[in-house]
T-cell receptor
Framework: KQEVTQIPAALSVPEGENLVLNCSFT??????LQWFRQDPGKGLTSLLL?????REQTSGRLNASLDKSSGRSTLYIAASQPGDSATYLC????????????FGTGTRLQVFP | EAQVTQNPRYLITVTGKKLTVTCSQNMNHEYMSWYRQDPGLGLRQIYY???????DKGDVPEGYKVSRKEKRNFPLILESPSPNQTSLYFC???????????FGDGTRLSIL
């Protein structure tokens, strides 16, 4: 059974730091992996989606990498800002024909001025 | 504006009183899903639908029903709510297999 883990559960950093959020999954057979951001009282916003054949995706200050064989993905945030404060979730999609996403429990990030 | 709309956003009700949470998307997406989010457990899928009149169970379907009579709507029905269904619920949609999911803002249900 696929399990997704995110460490650390919480992270507090000063503004301007580059930081890395980690996501690991137990079964390397995935269709793709998606990173989301969740703000308090809000739904999830999709940040980046990496297909199983890709190694990384970039959007602005965000870069996500995928190492399927080792069951790991990282989300790199460059030059962090207070507006980046949120909970970051990763989710994997199994390779079979289903619309399932299996989520990690998230990393709660606080960037202070 | 492309969006997934859930109603109500908040609801406090009592055990056994049937309720429906509506979900509507305006992006003409084929796929729709319901999730619940609980502290320490993360998001877990309740039901999903890959097309009109096609629905399937997710990881935690017990106590819930869904229907997909038209593409844009995917209501979640709790026939006889119980306190263990107190949770934050999210509806999501996506264009197809492997496409990014778009989420609604959530519905916080409290069952007393």
């Amino acid at each position: 059974k696929q399990e997704v883990t995110q460490i650390p559960a919480a992270l507090s950093v000063p503004e301007g730091e580059n930081l890395v959020l980690n996501c690991s999954f137990t079964d390397s057979a995935i269709y793709n992996l998606q990173w989301f951001r969740q703000d308090p009282g809000k739904g999830l916003t999709s940040l980046l989606l990496i297909q199983s054949s890709q190694r990384e995706q970039t959007s602005g200050r965000l870069n996500a990498s995928l190492d399927k064989s080792s069951g790991r993905s990282t989300l790199y945030i460059a030059a962090s800002q207070p507006g980046d404060s949120a909970t970051y979730l990763c989710a994997v999609r199994p390779p079979y024909n289903t619309d399932k996403l299996i989520f990690g429990t998230g990393t709660r990030l606080q960037v202070f001025p | 504006e492309a969006q997934v709309t859930q109603n109500p956003r908040y609801l406090i009700t009592v055990t056994g009183k049937k309720l429906t949470v509506t979900c509507s998307q305006n992006m003409n997406h084929e796929y729709m899903s319901w999730y619940r989010q609980d502290p320490g457990l993360g998001l877990r899928q309740i039901y999903y639908s890959m097309n009109v009149e096609v629905t399937d169970k997710g990881d935690v379907p017990e106590g819930y029903k869904v229907s997909r009579k038209e593409k844009r709507n995917f209501p979640l029905i709790l026939e006889s709510p119980s306190p263990n269904q107190t949770s934050l619920y999210f509806c999501a949609s996506n264009r197809g297999m492997g496409q990014p999911q778009h989420f609604g803002d959530g519905t916080r249900l409290s069952i007393l």
